[in-house]
Structure formats: structure tokens, C-alpha cells
């Protein structure tokens, strides 16, 4: 199943929502209806795994250099691409 997109991909302006569909039990709902604003949806698919997998080796880039076989600097890197794209500003206290 795709994902919703929240952009219109020919002028990029925001998209709605005119139709839901239950194909369990063939039900239509239709409105207008307006996706939330999820920062997660802007991720790209290797970007969700990158996040699932820096998750689920505790937030430790070192593990995930085993993991990806890849360089801290590397890793760092595609770390702080992602937090780019989810719009977040890395603060240094």
C-alpha cells in the first residue's frame, strides 16, 4: 500500500482527502479531509529504516556502524540529513 501523499506532485501545493474506502466491509466515506501534519511522512524509505535501526541499536551510532558496515563520519552524516529533513535544529549546549 502507498503511503498518503501530502503533496500535490505536480504543483506541490497540499493535498486532501476526498475518499476513504473499507474493503472489509465495502464501505465509502467521503468528505474532505485533511492529513495531519506527520514529520515522519517527509522521511524517504531508507531514511524510515535508518531511523527504525538507530532506534533499535539504542541511539548508539557505533552499533550502527556494525550493523550498516559503514564509518561514524558517515553514519553522523546521514544522521544529521535526516534530522534536517524532519525539520529539527540540533541545539549545542
Known amino acids: 500500500m502507498k503511503k498518503l501523499p501530502i503533496s ?19 464501505v465509502t466515506v467521503e468528505g474532505e479531509f485533511v492529513p495531519e501534519a506527520d514529520p515522519l511522512q517527509r522521511l524517504s524509505d531508507e531514511q524510515r529504516i535508518f531511523l527504525l535501526t538507530f532506534v533499535s541499536c539504542e541511539g548508539k551510532l557505533n552499533r550502527m556502524e556494525e550493523v550498516y558496515g559503514l564509518s561514524y563520519p558517515t ?3 546521514r544522521l544529521m540529513e535526516l534530522i534536517e529533513t524532519l525539520d529539527y535544529t540540533p541545539t549545542h549546549l
Open 8 to 26: 500535490c506532485p505536480v504543483c506541490q501545493g497540499p493535498m486532501n482527502v476526498l475518499a476513504y474506502y473499507c474493503p472489509e466491509c465495502d
Open 75 to 77: 553514519l553522523r552524516n
